[in-house]
């Protein structure tokens, strides 16, 4: 019993919780990148390429004929698939990019009450008691001597 406890403890703690919608979060947020990519940014670039669907580039590494599917040419043998790579590798700079904005402005958002609690946490130091003002001498004369 004491390990279900323990576990609701940790399952319940703000950070897990945090992660959990995070992950919810970015899981439906990469399938719209994935369809922007696809379905808005592919096709321009594919029509700058001859009109060809992008994804369906790929380099034959089983003596197949060019010009077949991209699905035909991988049942015939092994393809280099490069134009669906390079479809995943701009899907991700953009999610990236995409993300970094997002920390940039919540760090930006968040630095006037950064900036507020460094400002209690320096006027609670410098409201010390007198007795610690001090030891805080005593110590000081202390590291002198030596």
């Known amino acids: 019993m004491a390990m279900l406890e323990e576990f609701k403890k940790f399952a319940m703690k703000g950070n897990v919780v945090d992660l959990a919608v995070g992950v919810i979060i970015g899981g439906a947020f990469g399938r719209i990148v994935d369809s922007l990519v696809q379905d808005v940014i592919m096709p321009p670039i594919g029509k700058l390429f001859g009109g060809l669907d992008f994804a369906s580039y ?21 393809v280099l698939a490069y134009g669906n790579f390079f479809t995943i590798l701009l899907n991700f700079l953009i999610l990236a990019f995409v993300i970094f904005q997002m920390v940039r402005l919540m760090n930006r958002m968040r630095a006037p009450f950064t900036k507020a609690e460094e400002e209690q946490q320096a006027a609670a130091a ?4 007198e007795e610690v003002v001090l030891l805080r001498e005593i110590r000081d004369a202390l590291t002198l001597k030596r």
């Not at 410098?126 to 008691?129: C, D, L, P, R, Y």
């Open 58 to 78: 790929y380099i034959p590494l089983n003596g197949q004929p060019y010009g077949l599917p991209l699905a035909e040419a991988k049942k015939a043998g092994a």
């Open 126 to 129: 410098v409201a010390a008691s």
